[in-house]
């Protein structure tokens, strides 16, 4: 995809067609350079003729040659809970242990750049976790993480800086608190009422720092601009009106609520 292209690139420092990593500029025969990055891409490229152990070992060996082949693969497989289908085929794993098979053979070598293009695209909760938490692995051991996802609560979970690109251009960047702090949104709150009236949505609007009031079934989502004592003022507004209601919670903005105020809600190709 050009957008997740252009985004790798420009944290690259591409340039007048030329992409330095590690301060030294990349060319076809950097293989210095190649061996301390590792690329994991969202379509999945392994062997389908190799086994497990043989892809991983395949990938890995492109970069370290005096490895003691036995017991750095019996390490590796263990840590990333692949030795029991070590002797599998592609085509016989489930999805998630497919991805898993596909970052371990981009990690093998244990790179200090890994680049994972929507990792968890297409597998079950487990799975996801298990990727996420090996990603977090990584970073902790030292490694330095590009990860590109249209998945904001993994955002959310697991990245440190963010960039957000939305039609090829870098629209914001910085940490998840400094992205929150560029939009308007600064609180949402869901009540649960028995017999919402338009007369109660209207008082409601005109209450302080409000934003919007929406009816969504049998709920109200009102919508905050930032401020203090937000709930504390509308349960004081409940009471005072007599309006009776059995549930009600507060919510901070999200990544996603961030992103959508950014690059808008129209449906996109």
Known sequence: KSTTINCILSLLNFDSGSIKIFGKEMTPESYDIKSKIGVVF?????????????????????????????LFMKAFLNNIGLAEFKKFYPK???????????????????????????????????SRNNILDGIKKLNEEGATIIYTTHYMEEVE??????VIIDNGKVIASGTKQELKNLISTGEKIIITIDNITDEV??????????????????NLCVTYKKGEENLTGLIEFLKL??????????????????????TGKGLRD
Do not use: W
């Open 201 to 218: 949505i209207s008082k409601m609007s005109s209450l302080k720092n409000m934003l919007s009031v929406n009816k969504e079934n049998e």
């Open 92 to 126: 016989q794993l489930s999805g998630g242990l497919l991805r898993r098979l596909n970052i371990a053979c981009g990690i093998a070598h244990k790179p200090e750049l890994i680049i994972l293009d929507e990792p968890t695209v297409a597998v079950d909760p487990q």
């Open 157 to 162: 979970q697991i990245c440190t800086k963010i």
């Open 42 to 70: 969202q379509d999945v490229a392994v062997f389908e003729e190799l086994t497990v152990y043989e892809n991983i070992n395949y990938f890995c060996g492109l970069y370290i040659k005096d490895k003691n082949d036995d």
């Open 241 to 262: 009106n007599n309006i009776k209601y059995s549930k009600i919670f507060s919510e901070l903005p999200s990544l996603n609520d961030v992103f959508l105020e950014l």
